[in-house]
């Protein structure tokens, strides 16, 4: 890298001309400015641009234009390569295989903590606690200044938690909870054979018909019927710990011979037990679920800890009872905890007020509903990335820079104000913040803005303007600069035409997290808007009890909904295994081209010789994933193109057969826009690829790998999925934040197909934080009035104007605002569907 000569000038706008001259010394040291030169990762096309240090940057574009690969990509990649090549020769060697960005050259980066909203999911022993560090605190308040029982000997923070060997409860090893099996359960029908099939839970295909051979060279009777066999040898067969090794003599078949082999016998329930606790595969996982019941642990009660550490009190209550507190509550008991400490103990007074500075970030963020033995598994991405940016502020860094990834995905409007001000006193610190960002609150309230764009894929990758937000508004193609000037815009997706309800779906009497005896109704063949401060219930009272209601209805004749599609944002696979191709289906169209191709049929080639997830046809060295895991030592693992296919994925031979002059590798290399034009006269493919296109999903790269992929881009995948096989019958489309990661311009576009579904005789109901989607629904439940235990009941419901004139909602006046914009400021939006609703019977809950 090469050090710059120039000076920046003290004002806002960096120099002119180009920086960074080979061999030469100069002032870099006090250049104020990152300064990027020639960036070419993923899509961007040789990209300069100056960014200040010591403020707070957003970068803003339209989905896929290439601000994540420039923010993330090069500027945070480039940082922690330089970090791995500082602190020891066993991290040097492995930069080759992680690589490097694509870039000339940066000046001026100072070290960088990344805090992406991460895509594949916390382990089960993760919690807000242990996220947050707060359980760090929580353990060591309870061994210094606890309350122990006469007698009782001091004990370690370790001796606090289920997660240390110290302090997990033997039974269920700090989980809480056990899992069981029963013969009820692993032989579901004692009329069958063990041949037939009697243990349900065995593995199917080769594995179960081996343990089936084993058990009949053992001298077990196979042929009877299961009840037949003495209870002895039914205990034995099902949860012996032994795993004898026997020689196996497979009956020969007609089309082969099978040789003698060294079978090992594994019991149904181990095999049970080791696939539910060890498999990587959540199918497998899910199959052997299904055979065991869960329930608290009996020795701990589903607290998880020895006895002697649940022996041990603070102001009164246990560490698991404390844990279990939301936030806000946990510090109110702790700022009351004075007097019940014996003697004023001044270890517990210390501990206790960093405890609660620590929970203030947190609360402040919006997240103050949670509890500390909240699971991080529940938690959304958004949630889980605030826990940590929460948590930075008092780590003390200074002169780093953070690299957000929307931080205000999932947080509403009325929680945004506490965001900027976490943001506000992390450069206050002393260091840089760069935000991947669409809220156009968040970047109108930068220092300086990095846009990204025209459009996505290839059509984006160029910095249209890099300087103060006000001076994007002269920039001509900036998507960015007609919503952040011309915000009224936005809200234009669902058209002015008069809806009628046909139908409601009521509910009443639920009860379910922090939802008490709620009533809500969801009118049918409209677009419905649940809206709520984080932790107000929206997701409990849509994904799970309106989803359950609805799928227990369809089977009624009478019942007006005749399917049910959730579309969520979970990953749509864990590796990169898994693409935008294999799930939609489209990979299956493509692998029969190449089959039909005259070099496949020459060489007798049949689909799987396509497939990279079987061998013959893919890499080997990969196994058909293009990329290897790479393990670093103390540090998360991470995926690095293969060495022998450079992320091909197949072998040189299979790559040799080519469909209209591009190979199999090349085809998925291409963008579904590409790829309509490519497959243009292949049905079944444009279809699936017009469906993507359609949903602002042009940019992706049909093999880019699932775990490349946002949130929002999977929920878009999956969305696309469902309009490609559009059906007539009634269908209800549920939908948790669809606009999550979206800029304003994708907003546009994703509403015009929901608002389309609707038009076309079906119902949309979103779990939504953007106004301005908001403001163009047909019908609003907005649930709170806050998060947690102060949530959970219906607020307001009716048209959007209706709702946002309600005075105890937190939505009201933000949504006000929108409507009042989306109806050139008269404030009346919404009434012209009021007539509609409230006509199908509908009226205004309490």
């Avoid at 080519?658 to 826009?673: C, D, S």
């Amino acid at each position: 890298m090469h050090e710059s000569t120039h000076d920046a000038p003290a004002g806002p706008t960096p120099p002119a001309g180009p920086a960074g001259t080979a061999g030469t010394t100069g002032t870099a040291a006090h250049d104020p400015y990152v300064r990027v030169r020639g960036a070419r990762e993923h899509n961007l096309r040789g990209v300069d641009v100056d960014i200040p240090r010591d403020a707070l940057t957003v970068f803003t574009g339209v989905s896929g234009s290439g601000k994540s690969s420039l923010a993330f990509g090069t500027l945070y990649a480039e940082a922690q390569r330089r970090y791995f090549e500082s602190v020891a020769p066993y991290a040097r060697r492995l930069i080759h295989q992680v690589g490097a960005p694509k870039v000339d050259s940066i000046t001026g980066l100072p070290p960088a903590v990344s805090l992406e909203q991460r895509r594949s999911s916390p382990g089960s022993r993760s919690s807000v606690g242990t996220v947050t560090l707060l359980s760090n605190s929580l353990r060591m308040l309870f061994s210094r200044a606890g309350t122990y029982p006469p007698g009782a000997e001091r004990l370690d923070s370790d001796a606090f938690s289920p997660n240390t060997a110290a302090g997990a409860c033997p039974s269920c090893h700090g989980l809480g909870r056990i899992h069981r099996t029963s013969e009820e359960l692993l032989v579901p029908d004692p009329g069958l054979s063990i041949r037939q099939g009697a243990i349900a839970a065995w593995p199917g295909a080769w594995q179960g018909k081996n343990l089936r051979d084993i058990l009949e060279t053992l001298g077990h009777d196979v042929d009877a019927p299961w009840r037949e066999l003495p209870a002895e040898e039914r205990e034995w067969i099902l949860f012996t710990e032994e795993q004898p090794v026997v020689t196996v003599h497979p009956v020969r078949e007609a089309d082969r011979i099978q040789r003698p082999y060294q079978g090992t016998y594994m019991s149904a329930h181990r095999y049970v037990m080791r696939t539910f606790s060890d498999s990587k595969s959540a199918t497998l996982r899910a199959r052997a679920e299904k055979f065991l019941t869960d329930s608290p642990c009996p020795v701990c009660e589903g607290r998880r800890l020895r006895p002697e550490a649940l022996a041990v009190t603070f102001a009164g209550r246990t560490i698991a009872e404390l844990a279990a507190l939301p936030l806000t509550a946990l510090d109110t008991v702790l700022a009351g905890s004075g007097a019940d400490v014996p003697g004023g103990d001044e270890a517990a007074r210390v501990l206790g007020e960093d405890l609660r500075a620590r929970i203030a970030p947190v609360t402040e963020l919006g997240l103050g509903y949670l509890s500390l033995d909240r699971t991080a598994p529940s938690l959304s991405a958004g949630e889980l990335q605030r826990l940590r940016l929460a948590t930075q502020l008092r780590s003390g860094l200074f002169g780093v820079v953070y690299v957000l990834d929307e931080p205000s995905a999932g947080l509403h409007p009325a929680d945004t104000e506490a965001l900027l001000g976490i943001l506000d006193r992390l450069k206050a610190a002393g260091n840089t913040v760069f935000v991947v960002e669409h809220h156009l609150d968040v970047v109108r309230h930068a220092d300086w803005l990095v846009d990204v764009g025209p459009l996505a894929g290839e059509h984006g990758g160029r910095v249209l303007h890099s300087g103060p937000p006000q001076d994007l508004a002269g920039v001509a193609g900036s998507a960015t600069a007609r919503h952040l000037f011309a915000e009224r815009e936005r809200g234009q997706g669902g058209g002015a035409a008069v809806r009628t309800a046909t139908g409601v779906v009521r509910l009443s009497g639920v009860d379910r997290h922090n939802l008490r005896d709620v009533s809500a109704e969801f009118p049918l063949g409209v677009f419905t808007a649940v809206t709520g401060v984080s932790g107000s219930g929206k997701s409990t009272l849509v994904g799970q009890v309106l989803a359950r209601e609805v799928a227990e209805r369809l089977a009624d004749p009478g019942f007006p909904v005749r399917r049910l599609v959730e579309v969520d944002q979970k990953p749509i696979g864990r590796t990169p295994r898994s693409n935008l191709a294999t799930y939609t289906g489209l990979f299956d169209v493509v692998r029969k081209l190449f089959t039909a191709a005259p070099e496949s049929k020459a060489r007798g080639w049949k689909a799987g010789r396509f497939s990279f997830n079987v061998p013959g046809g893919r890499c080997e060295t990969c196994q058909g994933e293009g990329f290897v895991s790479v393990e670093l030592m103390f540090l998360p693992s991470t995926y690095a193109p293969c060495p022998e296919c450079a992320g091909a994925r197949y072998n040189s031979e299979t790559l040799q057969v080519r469909y209209a002059g591009l190979n199999i590798a090349e085809v998925l290399g291409l963008t579904v826009e590409s790829a309509a034009a490519f497959f243009a006269e292949v049905p079944a493919a444009a279809r699936s690829l017009r469906a993507l296109e359609e949903i602002g999903l042009g940019y992706l790269r049909l093999g880019q790998p699932a775990t490349e992929l946002s949130g929002g881009e999977a929920q878009r995948i999956k969305l696309a999925t469902e309009l490609q096989r559009l059906r007539r019958d009634h269908t209800l489309y549920l939908l948790d934040e669809p606009t999550t990661g979206l800029h304003p311009a994708d907003v546009q576009v994703l509403l015009r197909q929901l608002h389309g579904l609707v038009d076309a005789g079906h119902s949309v109901v979103v779990v939504e934080h953007d106004m301005a989607v908001v403001a163009g629904a047909d019908w609003v439940v907005d649930l709170g009035p806050g998060g947690g235990a102060d949530g959970g009941r219906v607020v307001a419901a009716g048209t959007p104007a209706e709702v946002a004139r309600t005075p105890d909602s937190r939505t009201a006046g933000h949504l006000a605002r929108a409507v009042a914009s989306l109806n050139g400021g008269s404030g009346s939006g919404g009434s012209r569907n009021g007539a509609s609703l409230q006509a199908a019977g509908l009226a205004k809950l309490p």
